[in-house]
């Protein structure tokens, strides 16, 4: 049974973490005509929605207000954290909330006239946990740390 899960686990990949509906729900909590753009790259570096990847400068600004994995509670709650903050991720003038609604992206400061730069905000999504392309990383870890603690409770 143990050696199942632990294969299960590592298996599957990060992505089975990722929560897909969010941006339609994004859509709906901010009576968007159509979802977000940016779909999962709203959130994710790269948009690869896994484990430790939830780290846009939008993506951060969530976390920091409550965001959870698969919790829509938790996302409206974050939304209308940033739109009563007018938080403005990318320093570029323009609050997160009203970007998305205008179809912008949170993430890149953009002029008013919809032009990159000049906001003084940073594009960059800033420190990265886990860095391109080792989105598996952080998984397969948890993955090797769950089999170690299963492992230990076995031999008990």
Known sequence: ????????????GAAAFASP????????HLSLSAPP????SLCHVNGVGAVGTANTLFGK???????????PTSLNTAL??????K???DGDGMSDIDELKAGRDPNVADNADGGTGGGGGSTSPGAL?????????????????????LRR???S
């Open 1 to 12: 049974m143990v050696r199942l899960l632990t294969a299960s686990l590592v298996l599957t």
């Open 21 to 28: 509906v969010y941006p339609a729900d994004i859509q709906t």
């Open 37 to 40: 753009p940016q779909s999962c």
């Open 61 to 71: 600004a969530m976390r920091a207000q409550g965001l959870v994995l698969e919790n």
């Open 80 to 85: 209308d954290a940033l739109a009563t903050a």
């Open 87 to 89: 938080t403005d991720s």
């Open 129 to 149: 946990t886990y860095g391109c392309g080792s989105n598996e990383v952080p998984f397969l870890a948890t993955g090797l740390g769950v089999l170690v603690l």
């Open 153 to 155: 409770r076995e031999r």
